[in-house]
């Protein structure tokens, strides 16, 4: 499986995806701290998603359809990720039963979050979300050790 995956470490602020850039790939987190996001008219942003230590993150819709992106993607901090182009994604799919079970999962899972993202974003205050938010980071960041 290694050689379907490139190896990639990007500082803080540099973008992962610009808009109107092509999308080749999405990103496994191996460490760091991302958002995705857009950009309205009067240059607001809004936040997508915050992903971390294992979240995967793209511009799922341009990826998909290989068309350019509609969002951006860039660190919040120092990050390195693995990345994972649509025809490796498939061929590995193709290859390994396993793989297409574990990216059916996967989306399940991503729409899980979506839909929680929403949620928050109808009935929780802006502290809410951000102590959600810390406490996920906390999650992810602790170190399991076993004997």
């Not at 899972?109 to 928050?120: A, C, E, T």
Request: charged share 20%; proline share 3%.
């Amino acid at each position: 499986m290694a050689p379907h995956f490139e190896h990639k470490k990007l500082k803080k602020y540099q973008f992962l995806i610009q808009t109107g850039q092509p999308v080749d790939c999405e990103f496994w987190i191996i460490n760091g701290l991302i958002k995705s996001y857009a950009v309205d008219e009067k240059d607001s942003e809004h936040i997508l998603q915050f992903a971390m230590e294992d979240y995967w993150v793209s511009d799922y819709y341009a990826f998909q359809h290989q068309i350019p992106a509609t969002i951006f993607v860039d660190c919040i901090e120092d990050s390195e990720f693995f990345c994972l182009s649509l025809e490796s994604r498939e061929i590995l799919c193709q290859k390994i039963p396993a793989m297409a079970n574990f990216f059916r999962i996967k989306s399940n899972y991503g729409f899980i979050g979506l839909q929680q993202r929403i949620l928050s974003l109808l009935i929780q205050t802006a502290e809410e979300r951000y102590d959600a938010l810390l406490f996920k980071q906390s999650i992810c960041n602790r170190v399991v050790y076993v004997s």
